[in-house]
């Protein structure tokens, strides 16, 4: 259990008397316990002054732990039932996002609290600010996927599919020490890279081909995730060349402005006027970034519509693109770790123009 993180958690908690945790992610964060419940109920009841409440179908095994109130149940339990005799009717419940219909509408039938509210930013938000281990596996999984990246661009050759060398991503990752993928990798030949979120095909590999790769990797349960666009053979045209100097100084202008108490929306605009005013505006289709940690999308993002402030040891990427199918497709991606006066760029492969 990691009880600073549960403190944290119910100090945010301004809306509800107590909150009910069901999202398995969130619930490993907050107990160091990964649970798949399948299609049975989890959840995690806390409240202040209170010893958290684990409810958890007899099916999993569960070492007891200090501080950790292990509430079991059984398949032919009513679990309604049994959250009633825990949660206080009187109380106003906060609920998170994860929790299915078909365990909340029965809560709210049998009023065993007495409203229901959406508590997931408490968890959120408490999410978004990274400690200090959470920094250095951060740190361990994005050195690996910059290892990866070295060993990725030497997959190719002229006649490979993009499946290919999809296939061959994970042993790399799994000899220099990750778990496995943070995400699906993309693989993206010649026009496919103007497709951000494609997935590898039979495309061939031939020579001039852009060479995309947007690839992540977990290292203790810590994600990773980077995209570098190579040329194959040939350098690019004069076109290609001014797009991917767009997307470059993109990508290095935004981290250059982050730091604790800038608006997120506004590093976002820092990136977009870049290609805007280069003429590639409507090519550059997405936000800027998304927060990362155990999960690889997690809740917070660089966009034009998230007004919220940085703070120190948020997480999140720059990932600027432009994608013109008929000129170039083009992102490049880092992480970086908000700091008190700037960031720390966790990914260390160059971003200057290569041909492989």
């Given at each position: 259990m990691n009880p600073k993180r549960i403190t944290n958690v119910l100090e945010k908690l301004n809306n509800a008397d107590a909150l009910l945790v069901s999202d398995p992610i969130a619930i490993y964060y907050l107990i160091d316990r990964m649970i798949h419940p399948g299609e049975r109920f989890l959840g995690l009841l806390l409240k202040k002054d209170q010893k958290p409440k684990l409810f958890l179908n007899t099916l999993f095994p569960f070492e007891k732990e200090e501080g950790i109130e292990v509430v079991d149940y059984s398949d032919s339990d009513d679990i309604t039932k049994i959250l009633s005799k825990h949660i206080d009717p009187s109380d106003t419940l906060g609920v998170d996002k994860c929790l299915q219909a078909r365990f909340l509408l029965p809560m709210q039938e049998a009023a065993i609290a007495k409203a229901y509210v959406n508590g997931s930013l408490a968890v959120d938000h408490t999410r978004a600010i990274k400690d200090e281990e959470e920094l250095e596996l951060l740190r361990k999984s994005s050195l690996i996927n910059d290892m990866a990246m070295e060993r990725f661009k030497k997959l190719v050759y002229e006649g490979v599919s993009e499946k290919e060398v999809a296939d061959q991503i994970l042993d790399i990752y799994l000899e220099l020490g990750a778990e496995g993928f943070s995400f699906e990798p993309i693989v993206a030949f010649g026009k496919n890279a103007a497709d951000p979120h494609h997935m590898p095909d039979d495309t061939k590999l031939k020579a001039?081909?852009?060479?995309?790769?947007?690839?992540?990797?977990?290292?203790?349960?810590?994600?990773?995730?980077?995209?570098?666009?190579?040329?194959?053979?040939?350098?690019?045209?004069?076109?290609?060349?001014?797009?991917?100097?767009?997307?470059?100084?993109?990508?290095?202008?935004?981290?250059?402005?982050?730091?604790?108490?800038?608006?997120?929306?506004?590093?976002?605009?820092?990136?977009?006027?870049?290609?805007?005013?280069?003429?590639?505006?409507?090519?550059?289709?997405?936000?800027?970034?998304?927060?990362?940690?155990?999960?690889?999308?997690?809740?917070?993002?660089?966009?034009?519509?998230?007004?919220?402030?940085?703070?120190?040891?948020?997480?999140?990427?720059?990932?600027?693109?432009i994608y013109d199918p008929e000129t170039l497709g083009c992102r490049i991606e880092d992480l970086v770790i908000v700091t008190k006066e700037g960031c720390e760029v966790l990914n260390h492969y160059p971003h200057d123009i290569e041909i492989i």
């Open positions: 001039g081909d852009a060479v995309l790769f947007d690839v992540g990797c977990v290292y203790k349960s810590y994600c990773s995730d980077m995209t570098r666009t190579f040329f194959f053979k040939e350098g690019p045209n004069e076109k290609q060349k001014e797009v991917y100097d767009l997307v470059r100084k993109a990508n290095e202008d935004a981290e250059n402005y982050v730091k604790a108490g800038v608006r997120l929306c506004d590093i976002d605009k820092v990136a977009r006027d870049v290609i805007t005013k280069g003429g590639y505006g409507k090519y550059f289709t997405h936000r800027l970034g998304h927060f990362i940690g155990i999960e690889d999308h997690e809740y917070g993002d660089v966009s034009s519509s998230f007004t919220d402030l940085t703070q120190e040891n948020n997480v999140f990427s720059i990932e600027p693109g």
